[in-house]
């Protein structure tokens, strides 16, 4: 199908200029691109790759040039993602062949450079246009970039008037990859065994990501570092859009070989294997640091990262760079936190992504004996050990190649243990990794670190969309632990003993934890926290947490909460030894507990969490958008417990945290703490009272977007007239944005009485949206992509007023399209419902018979041309849209007209196109299809050996009906491909 020319003009020259004319890639032509490869089927550059490590490795003979290029090209592995694996390998660390160099040492192991890290300019870096890979079917990438004929990025660029052009950029590269089980043996799979960057754009806004990363964490490159975004309004000229700001931040010839050897790793959860690679914070705040420690004076300091930004994997790549720089010579490498699943969690991750040897200290004995002796290792520890029952803790090593990387450097660097550390290694470089604020009132962490290396706040986690907002609200007040609410509840407690018993029991029992965990008060708490939970989020599919004072209440939040008839929550309390029966009924093991969060995680239930103390840090479950707050938190513990909710999942926009205790006034102590520049906007207190303007200004917007349409006398007619007012496809792209901004406000907001007033303006939008979608085939559900309170309301609307909404496009030739059809009004409108629904089926069609849709194609073109220029009046144009129509829904009468079958017109129109006098190719046409029928057993398009059969009896019957012999070759091949897509076997 012929590409959109702006595609061209607006997306992929301007990126291929940056690379060329900025960044020094040389662009190759497919042409020249051929000649370095045995076939289209490889994917790498196999002649320049020869050259390349020739280059790199003077030593090496042909016959082992010949074994690594074999290497990279048939990489034994059982999937795509582990021969992915495999190659980064090779990328990063070279590969090893044996060769006998004559010093003397007789036939080694040899390490092969595929790379050249240290000298980049002796490095090939091409890029190559419209790059075709053949699999089953031929795939052909926009931009392809190699380093030294190995294919290291993928570049899919998409129109930006196209209707939704990310999805499909990352739609296509998803089949490229044959991600989803529907692409399979349509994309080009060996592609990726190799390609580490991939970029999706459309010019006005460009995402990256790796192979198979979820659509959720493909995220825009917003800081072109070491350049600024003022650097590269210089070089260019103008203001930089997000696509060359990706470009020169991710392409640029260093930051793209750092990237792959440095912040790429192989995660493995849950048996499975997870490729990720640095995001733009990650990335800059690593060389930040690394060119702060490796500067003369040798400083440490601080990354404050806002929880969800990934600062485990920032610690890790900080410290593959700490340990790979040459110029600190194999430091050792301390990992501090202060809690132990913490310790758990970045020990996992550092073990988990391949980091070489991590070492978990055991004990505070170990940890002593480890940093007395420091040879270069990787040491994990909790804060905790650097305890000692001596008045002075001693001096373990003043050796200066020392890092120390904390984490949650908020919380424990300012006691005595922070006081020990640093009396045991007084030399060492110091580096804080924090989620929250830094710049404390009380407690200065620029003190004990140093200055902010890198800040990556919540403002700017939510504008990248790594993060949702948080919203605060309080709920039920009366129950709330605070005030005269002890003494009025005490008294009821304990009604029936005497004054002086009772106030004994008061002043023995009544504290506020007793009271909270009281079973009258947490059924009170739990019914209503049912209800919040089924109103506001269990319909659009997300989940909870409830966090009480202690494990007592955690049991009796359980057991309130299966009372209630939910079945579907589970408990995690810590286990003691001496436990009572009530605590063990919910006693867990180790991989329990785990199974339990990787269900709340991963499938539908349990749908609610219960914790006391658990969960409240380094907890990341993106389905988790609310958290009840039954605990006395606060300062740190507090902010960092409410962060768990800003995970971003889809259809999420929002977190939200339901204060059940009464931490209005601690939230404001916690915030209090730090200046105000860093926590505004962190929390939102009084989160309905902010929505209302939005919602407000959305609904204008929306409702104002029609003012340009003459208002008509019947509100049908203004109604059709809003519709056909949309069919430009721009404005239907502006519309969707304004219609989804005033519906997911509308959604943050309900059940709430104050957005009910909002629901008739809705469903009149929803109208002409649906109306739209009707008339000009969209491929998306037009609701399908709200929140479900909405999506209630408008479906409820439908079926009252009879309106149809339908998941798919009609088919033009259904009974249902002639109804819809026949309830439009005016000639354009039916007009217009035809010329969409005719370019809908010749999409779908085009591949199964190219030729007579093509046809009916130039049709459509030349009525539309006509009717432009006001060649033919509206009924005109109806009349011939109506005939194009009917054609559409009869290719056989078309094939009638040929004398053929249906089933072979389609080939004999492939094989007739540029022929003088086809006549003679009918019945040629009837023999090859019989051929391919023959041939098209259960998954034929996999087997190249019935492929290849068939394309040799092609050939032959061809050459004897005298075909043109230089067209014989690619005719074989089209007609098979053609085969492929009609028949599936």
């Known amino acids: 199908m012929t590409r959109d020319p702006r595609e061209l003009t607006e997306v992929e020259d301007p990126a291929v200029e940056v690379l060329t004319r900025h960044l020094g890639w040389t662009e190759r032509t497919v042409r020249e691109a051929d000649t370095l490869r045995p076939s289209r089927k490889e994917p790498v550059l196999t002649v320049l790759l020869r050259e390349k490590i020739r280059d790199l490795n003077l030593w090496i003979s042909e016959e082992n040039i010949d074994r690594v290029v074999y290497q990279i090209t048939n990489i034994p592995a059982a999937s795509v993602l582990g021969a992915n694996e495999k190659v980064h390998a090779m990328l990063d660390l070279g590969t090893t062949v044996q060769q006998d160099l004559g010093d003397g040492w007789g036939e080694r192991s040899r390490t092969v450079r595929l790379i050249d890290y240290e000298k980049i300019e002796n490095n090939d870096f091409s890029a190559v246009r419209q790059y075709p890979v053949e699999h089953y079917t031929e795939c052909i990438p926009d931009i392809v970039l190699f380093t030294n004929g190995i294919p290291i990025g993928v570049i899919e660029c998409k129109s930006p008037y196209l209707t939704r052009a990310m999805a499909e950029a990352l739609r296509q590269l998803n089949r490229y990859q044959e991600i989803d089980s529907g692409f399979r043996n349509q994309g080009c799979p060996k592609l990726f065994r190799t390609a580490q960057v991939l970029i999706a754009t459309h010019g006005t806004v460009a995402r990256f990501g790796t192979n198979y990363t979820p659509l959720r964490h493909w995220s825009e490159w917003k800081d072109p570092w070491p350049l600024t975004l003022e650097d590269l309004t210089f070089i260019l000229g103008r203001l930089p859009t997000s696509q060359d700001v990706l470009l020169f931040g991710t392409c640029s010839k260093e930051n793209l070989l750092d990237l792959i050897r440095n912040c790429i790793v192989f995660e493995r959860e849950d048996g499975r294997v997870v490729k990720k690679v640095a995001k733009y914070q990650q990335f800059r705040a690593t060389n930040k640091i690394l060119a702060q420690v490796t500067a003369p004076e040798r400083r440490g300091g601080f990354v404050w990262h806002w929880q969800g930004s990934g600062k485990s994997l920032t610690m890790e790549f900080t410290a593959v760079k700490l340990r790979r720089n040459k110029a600190l010579a194999n430091p050792t490498l301390v990992v501090v936190t202060d809690r132990t699943d913490l310790d758990h969690q970045i020990h996992g991750t550092f073990l988990h992504c391949g980091f070489p040897n991590p070492v978990n200290a055991t004990s505070a004995a170990a940890l002593k004996e480890t940093l007395s002796h420091p040879v270069g290792q990787t040491v994990m520890t909790t804060i905790q050990k650097f305890q000692d029952a001596a008045e002075v803790y001693p001096t373990l090593t003043d050796e200066r190649n020392i890092f120390v990387l904390v984490d949650e450097a908020h919380r424990s660097q300012y006691s005595i243990l922070a006081a020990n550390m640093r009396k045991a290694l007084p030399n060492a470089c110091f580096i804080g990794f924090t989620g929250t604020p830094v710049s404390q009132k009380k407690r200065d962490t620029f003190a004990e670190f140093g200055p902010c290396i890198d800040r990556y706040d919540h403002k700017q986690s939510v504008v990248d969309r790594n993060t949702v907002s948080i919203y605060y609200e309080s709920r039920l007040p009366q129950l709330s632990i605070t005030g005269n609410n002890i003494k009025e509840l005490a008294e009821r407690l304990f009604s029936g003993y005497s004054d002086e018993q009772r106030a004994s029991l008061i002043r023995k029992y009544v504290t506020r934890t007793a009271i909270a965990v009281a079973p009258d008060r947490i059924g009170k708490i739990c019914e209503d926290l049912l209800l919040h939970y089924q109103t506001h989020i269990e319909p659009n599919g997300f989940k909870a947490q409830i966090v009480a004072p202690n494990r007592l209440g955690a049991v009796r939040y359980t057991e309130a909460l299966k009372t209630l008839g939910r079945q579907d929550c589970a408990v995690l309390i810590s286990t003691m030894h001496n436990d009572e029966e009530q605590y063990k009924l919910y006693h867990t093991s180790k991989t329990e507990e785990q199974e339990i969060i990787r269900r709340f995680k991963e499938e539908e239930d349990p749908k609610i969490i219960i914790v006391c103390d658990k969960l409240l840090t380094g907890f990341d479950a993106p389905r988790e958008q609310v958290m009840y707050l039954d605990s006395p938190l606060k300062e740190h513990t507090l902010l960092q417990a409410i962060g768990r909710v800003n995970r971003r999942q889809k259809g999420k926009e929002y977190g939200l945290v339901v204060d059940y205790w009464g931490l209005g006034s601690a939230l404001r102590d916690a915030l209090g703490m730090y200046d105000d520049d860093d926590v505004e906007g962190m929390i939102h207190l009084d989160f309905k009272r902010e929505i209302l303007p939005h919602l407000q200004a959305a609904h204008r917007a929306a409702m104002n977007f029609f003012a340009p349409v003459p208002q008509r006398s019947a509100e049908e ?269």
């Open 717 to 985: 007619d203004y109604k059709q007239a809003c519709i056909l007012y949309l069919k430009p496809e721009d404005l239907r792209i502006s519309f969707d944005h304004v219609f989804k901004q005033f519906s997911q406000y509308l959604d943050m907001l309900l059940p709430d009485p104050e957005a009910l007033r909002y629901v008739p303006d809705l469903r009149w939008l929803a109208d002409i949206r649906i109306g739209a979608r009707n008339i000009f085939s969209e491929e998306d559900d037009p609701v399908e992509d709200l929140g479900a309170k909405v999506r209630k309301f408008i479906d409820d609307h439908l079926r009252a007023d009879g309106i149809l909404r339908i998941s798919e496009p009609i088919p033009l030739y259904s009974a249902g399209f002639e109804t819809e059809v026949g309830r439009l009004r005016s000639d354009d409108a039916k007009a217009s419902m035809i010329e969409h629904a005719v370019k809908h089926e010749i999409h779908l069609k085009l591949d199964e018979d190219p030729v007579f849709y093509e046809g009916l194609l130039d049709r459509l073109n030349r009525i539309l041309e006509e009717y432009r220029h006001q060649q033919i009046t509206s009924t005109e144009r109806l009349a011939r849209l109506t005939a194009v129509l009917d054609d559409a829904r009869h290719p056989q009468r078309h094939a009638g007209v040929l004398g053929l079958d249906p089933e072979v017109a389609p080939f004999y129109q492939v094989m007739a196109v540029d022929i003088d006098n086809p006549e003679p190719l009918k019945e040629a046409a009837i023999e090859i299809c019989a051929i391919l029928k023959e041939h098209t057993v259960i998954d034929w398009q996999q087997k190249e050996d019935t492929r290849r059969v068939m394309r040799q009896r092609i050939k032959r019957v061809l050459r004897a009906v005298g075909y043109p012999s230089d067209k014989i070759q690619d005719m074989a091949v089209r007609l098979v491909e053609l085969a492929a897509r009609r028949y599936r076997g």
